[in-house]
């Protein structure tokens, strides 16, 4: 059961309520996370720009800060991220910088999710590529795991000789959008391991 699922008192199933705080809760959370930094920086006032953090803000009765969309959505989430998943100080402070260098308005905004959503998607397909038998591992091996993930996406990073030429191409169009993102290999080593943790826990579809 999802953490907005079991805020909404929504009816779940066995399989859903295996699944807390699981990968879907988790890039909710991102979003929202993003979505706030994008608030407060930019001074968005209309928060149906903003949907995933309406609906959070709404669903915990976040009050604002200030006069300002954002501030208290942003600590709150940011709060919810490192106590659920442990995530570190570090990954916030890159996102911050990332969303301050690249959205100067909010016309920006719209090209920076769209990078976003295409840097995620092809560093999760060669990683799932890349890293299959090792999803396999048992759960107590997390640090062996967390150490193959960013060793994977150092791999990602600076690897030139790739038997399929369709990694590779990939393998290039992470690196062009690590570069115009202003992502470090720690901030995608992190942001990797918590998907792939979460996926691990989550119980396969039934056929």
């Given amino acids: 059961m999802s953490i907005f699922s079991k805020l909404f008192k929504k009816k ?3 399989e859903e309520a295996a699944a807390v705080g699981g990968v879907e809760d988790f890039m909710t959370l991102i979003r929202v996370y993003y979505q706030a930094v994008m608030a407060a920086q930019l001074g968005i006032s209309n928060i149906n720009a903003l949907p995933d953090m309406a609906v959070f803000k709404r ?9 300002k969309l954002g501030l208290a959505e942003r600590s709150r989430c940011k709060k919810m991220l490192t106590d659920i ?12 910088a990332s969303i301050k260098k690249h959205c100067k ?18 560093l999760m397909m060669v990683v799932g590529n890349l890293m299959q038998w090792k999803f396999r591992m048992p759960g107590i ?3 062996a795991l967390r ?6 996406v150092h791999d990602i ?5 790739w038997k399929d030429d369709s990694v590779r191409k990939t393998c290039l169009n992470i690196r062009q959008y690590q570069h115009a993102l202003g992502y470090s ?13 979460l996926a691990k826990k989550e119980p396969k579809p039934k056929e």
């Fill in 12 to 14: 779940t199933t066995e």
């Fill in 59 to 67: 669903t915990l009765k976040i009050p604002t800060q200030n006069n």
């Fill in 85 to 96: 998943y442990g995530i570190n100080d570090f990954f916030f402070k890159e996102i911050d």
């Fill in 105 to 122: 308005n909010v016309n920006a905004v719209q090209n920076y999710f769209f990078m976003f959503q295409g840097f995620s998607q092809d």
């Fill in 141 to 143: 091996f997390k640090k």
């Fill in 147 to 152: 150490g193959m993930t960013e060793k994977t």
């Fill in 157 to 161: 990073l600076t690897r030139t000789n």
């Fill in 185 to 197: 290999e720690s901030w995608m080593s992190e942001y990797v391991y918590n998907i792939v943790v």
